[in-house]
């Protein structure tokens, strides 16, 4: 069983060698380097924390997007190509490709995260840089775990990439959402801004608080320490077993 899962997760990531994310990831973090060099010559005051917070949102954006092109990509490729029925008409089962597939595709997301991780700490504390990596990585696996979710029950690249990209731009923005509804400087309260507050309510209590995750003040003012990084792994650790059961269990019920 091992070696089968093992092997379903090695030939993952031989998938994203064959596509070129080496590549990718190399020209994001030259990318990175050479904007920090540019933001640096034009700052005139605090230019290293300037650098700092430019650089560590924009990996911070680029490693969401490549994590969900991959995934979904990955994922959708095994269902079009019958690559997947072709698995399972061997001895694999549905969750020992699961298993393997989700470990491949974890892997993906570590080596995406330590990429921007040593280039942050050209920048930045390493202490910090420690602490935004391992939190960068924690959010990564939310958003792989997500985006093999919609890979899997939504089959469309397209639907799908945009069914991740909402999430997670949900998950970045419900703290605001949450506090521009509560706002104390509303007159009256209807019943319909009643509803929307409780919907609006719900829908936090669903999303994970990304808005807490890889933040940019632990570069710039050096204020991470390993209680914020501990919370951050339980919320991450929930989320991801939500996900994977609801991954695990859509694929269980397709007729393949």
Not at 3 to 9: L, P, S
């Amino acid at each position: 069983m091992f070696t089968k899962i093992k092997a379903i997760g090695f030939f993952t990531l031989l998938e994203a060698v064959r596509h070129h994310l080496i590549w990718l990831i190399v020209g994001s973090v030259l990318t990175g380097i050479l904007v920090g060099q540019f933001v640096d010559s034009l700052a005139i005051t605090e230019s290293v924390q300037i650098q700092n917070a430019i650089i560590g949102a924009m990996f911070r954006f680029i490693a969401v997007i490549i994590v969900t092109l991959f995934v979904v990509s990955s994922v959708a490729h095994d269902f079009s190509d019958k690559t997947i029925e072709l698995l399972l008409a061997t001895a694999i089962t549905r969750t020992q490709y699961f298993i393997g597939k989700a470990i491949g595709l974890s892997g993906v997301a570590v080596a995406v995260a330590l990429a921007f991780g040593v280039t942050m700490s050209i920048y930045s504390y390493p202490d910090q840089v420690m602490f935004w990596t391992i939190s960068l990585l924690l959010e990564l696996l939310i958003v792989m775990a997500f985006s093999f979710l919609c890979a899997i029950s939504l089959l469309q690249i397209p639907i799908a990439l945009f069914s991740v990209l909402l999430f997670y731009l949900m998950s970045r923005t419900i703290g605001a959402i949450v506090l521009m509804a509560n706002s104390p400087f509303q007159d009256e309260i209807s019943f319909a801004d009643q509803t929307i507050f409780l919907l609006i309510d719900g829908i936090r209590y669903l999303l994970p608080n990304l808005d807490h995750f890889t933040k940019t003040e632990w570069l710039v003012y050096g204020s991470g320490d390993w209680s914020q990084v501990g919370q951050l792994a339980i919320q991450s650790l929930v989320y991801m077993l939500l996900l994977f059961s609801a991954s695990l269990f859509d694929l269980h019920r397709k007729n393949l």
